[in-house]
């Protein structure tokens, strides 16, 4: 057992956390533990330390099991294994030089921020997790070997979510908390403080705990296929499944496992209610569509149904990652719209004007990115040219294309992939003035189809919303959901219109994101009837931006014109675009 680590039994409290890393490590069939939270809730040290725990084979000796980090940064050759350059220039014939998943055989591959990380090496490491088998067929290399390990991913929901798809093929999902009482803030300092000044002692200290609770994993693992499972067990997480309004069956196979090495850990020969309703919030967290009711939950409250989709509490299949700005100024803004005496003389609107749907129409916001600066390139260059590609060499193209001499005189790179490095921005007017002639309706009809169009393109899009004199982070960097009406319905109006807050604030963000990837290219779209006091003097978006005025009338009251002008924004007005 490693003593460089600190101890998995050392870490206070997160026990739904060590209880879905011990399924997994019990029955890695289960397919991975991803762990949503914010910075300093132990994530990284509670996945280190399970390393420490994971059975070895006896032709490994003593050793833990290997822990293997996967950089944010990696490319597919670095995580399943590429052709081995110096042989192939000594010997002149291929061979496969292993990656990470190599390593991680038998291990914990552990992915930090896996939000991020791009959707093709999501999708190829939660295939190799669940087969067990790590299969190349590409670059001249056709090779497989065993990749059996337990995936940890981390991320933080601040910085966005996983896309549904891929959320779901994680086993057991936990969501974190560093909020604990004044008692145990003390013992986790004093802990921690301990391990850095005598860490061999502070380890030593924990040994029993360790190798005790590694003896209930190997036992578990022995007992895993002799635990039995009634059917009427089976029938309960069928139709806890069904009320949740989970898509597929994912859930109730890995819930039927979770349940199995449960019972298993608590050397149980058959699996019962309990073990049942120990793993449910593990399974269900990010599958479940429908709040679980039961006679000792209150049903929520009419108003509490009504509540914008922008309330942390949304029962839809799509969660809003971001509730940082949702925190402030709460205060008297319960569930009424009221005037706050913001921007402009818009005072309360009806409930009735309050509930407009999306707008059920075509509208021609397609037409923007066919003309003007929205416009792409269509003539390329037909060498690929080092702004145009990646970072990453092809290998496999730069041998076969320099055979006859060496080293080659050009090093040819990967394609860069556009969606990984194109954002929309949206910002929503939800004052009180566009809900005058369905403009509101019309508003989010033309949001409706720049999301559309980013999903299918596989980009990301943020979304503020201004009105009610504050600025809403409703979207923070997520990829484009696939069906976004319903949460848009939910969507009210109400209020003043803080419009130079929001540029303002959206400036703010998109430098920050500009920083962290220079490459990054902005593409924002600013939704409004222009019915503001405010100026936009001296504000300036990064990138391309398009304003899309919402105001129906042909006679403008508003300053759409002159706000992009000003902007040097393309202007599009949706009156007579539909």
């Known amino acids: 057992m490693s003593k460089t680590g600190f101890p998995f039994s050392a870490v206070l409290g997160q026990d739904d956390f060590k209880l879905a890393l011990i399924l997994s490590a019990i029955n890695p069939a289960i397919g991975g533990v991803v762990i949503s939270g914010p910075r300093g809730c132990a994530k990284s040290t509670l996945a280190r330390g399970l390393a420490d725990l994971l059975p070895v084979s006896d032709d490994e000796g003593e050793k833990s099991a290997d822990f293997v980090t996967l950089p944010l940064g990696a490319s597919e050759e670095m995580l ?131 190798e005790q609770l590694l003896k209930h994993i190997e036992s578990a693992r022995v007992r895993l296929n002799s635990i039995s499972c009634d059917d009427l067990l089976r029938l309960e997480i069928a139709e806890r499944c069904s009320a949740a309004q989970v898509d597929g069956l994912r859930a109730d196979i890995v819930w039927y496992r979770a349940a199995i090495a449960n019972a298993a850990f608590h050397q149980r020969t058959a699996v019962t209610l309990q073990d049942i309703d120990d793993v449910e919030a593990l399974v269900l967290a990010h599958r479940r569509k429908v709040e679980p009711t039961s006679s000792d939950k209150q049903p929520p409250s009419s108003s509490e149904q009504n509540k914008p989709p922008s309330s942390p509490q949304t029962q839809h299949s799509f969660k809003r990652p971001d509730d940082s700005h949702r925190e402030r100024a709460e205060d008297g803004q319960k569930n009424s719209i009221e005037s706050s005496g913001g921007e402009g003389d818009w005072g309360p609107m009806s409930a009735q004007m309050e509930q407009q749907k999306t707008a059920d129409i075509t509208l021609n916001v397609e037409s923007v990115q ?92 943020t979304l503020f919303g201004f009105g009610n004199s504050r600025v809403d982070r409703l979207l923070s960097k997520v990829r484009a959901p696939k069906e976004l009406r319903e949460w848009l319905d939910q969507l009210s109006a109400g209020g003043g219109t803080p419009m130079r807050a929001a540029f303002l604030e959206a400036q703010v963000y998109l430098q920050k994101l500009l920083r962290q990837n220079p490459q990054l290219q902005i593409r924002s779209y600013v939704l409004t009837d222009g ?33 992009a002008q000003t902007l040097n924004a393309t202007y599009l007005s949706l009156a007579g675009a539909y």
């Open 370 to 461: 066919a003309s003007g600066t929205m416009a792409r390139s269509s003539s390329k260059p037909n060498a690929l040219t080092m702004s145009e590609s990646s970072k990453r060499p092809d290998w496999y193209a730069t041998l076969i294309s320099s055979l006859s001499s060496w080293p080659p005189e050009k090093l040819r790179f990967k394609p860069k992939k556009q969606s990984d490095d194109i954002l929309h921005l949206v910002l929503l007017d939800t004052s009180a003035s566009t809900l005058q002639a369905e403009s509101f309706a019309h508003a989010k009809a033309a949001l409706l189809q720049i999301s559309q169009q980013a999903y299918i393109a596989r980009e990301k899009i």
């Open 80 to 210: 399943l294994g590429t052709l081995d350059l110096e042989h192939v220039l000594n010997e002149k014939t291929v061979r496969f030089s292993p990656g990470l998943l190599s390593k991680a055989d038998g291990g914990v591959l552990y992915v930090d921020e896996v939000n991020l990380l791009p959707d093709n090496l999501v999708d190829l490491l939660l295939d190799v997790a669940s087969s067990g088998v790590n299969r190349i067929e590409r670059d001249g290399i056709s090779h497989s070997h065993r990749s059996e390990f337990l995936l940890v991913g981390t991320m933080n929901p601040d910085e966005g979510e996983l896309r549904p798809q891929l959320h779901d093929r994680f086993g057991l999902s936990v969501d974190l908390d560093n909020q604990y009482l004044p008692t145990e803030r003390v013992e986790i300092v004093k802990r921690r403080e301990l391990f850095e000044r005598e860490r061999e002692q502070f380890c030593e200290a924990y040994k029993a705990e360790q």
């Open 531 to 563: 019915r503001s006091s405010s100026s936009l003097d001296g504000v300036q978006l990064p990138g391309e931006l398009v304003w899309i005025d919402t105001e129906l009338s042909q006679i403008k009251r508003g300053k759409g014109p002159r706000f």
